[in-house]
């Protein structure tokens, strides 16, 4: 079982900048994949970027590619997500989720299996 935990949102100006991150515990936490999503009001769950368990490799939807940056402290069990140059587009809830296997296999939701409760992230214009 995996327990994870974002935090970091909240609300800022286009062109800002924001990092959340996301505190996991529990069994062999630093052997998942983690992902961060983001869900805007009826819209679909959708990755935004993922890394693999060791870090090594990186995945970035074409929207945030060049914006955003995630990244993984396993001495600190957390994973970041950097935010740069925001847009209103941005605007959403951000989840972050663990997962097994190679990235390839973990770019929808249904691959993963932990999830946290997710945190607001809201870019003004």
């Known amino acids: 079982q995996v327990q994870l935990v974002e935090s970091g949102g909240g609300l800022v100006q286009a062109g800002g900048s924001l990092r959340v991150s996301c505190a996991a515990s529990g069994r062999a936490v630093s052997s998942y994949a983690m992902g961060w999503f983001r869900q805007a009001p009826g819209k679909e769950r959708d990755l935004v970027a993922a890394?693999?368990?060791?870090?090594?490799?990186?995945y970035y939807a074409d929207p945030v590619k060049g914006r955003f940056t995630i990244s993984r402290d396993n001495a600190k069990n957390t994973v970041y997500l950097q935010m740069n140059s925001l847009k209103p587009e941005d605007t959403a809830v951000y989840y972050c989720?663990?997962?097994?296997?190679?990235?390839?296999?973990?770019?929808?939701?249904?691959?993963?299996?932990?999830w946290g409760q997710g945190t607001q992230v809201t870019v003004s214009s």
């Open positions: 989720a663990a997962g097994r296997g190679p990235l390839s296999r973990l770019l929808g939701s249904y691959d993963y299996d932990y």
């Open positions: 890394i693999s368990w060791g870090g090594q490799n990186t």
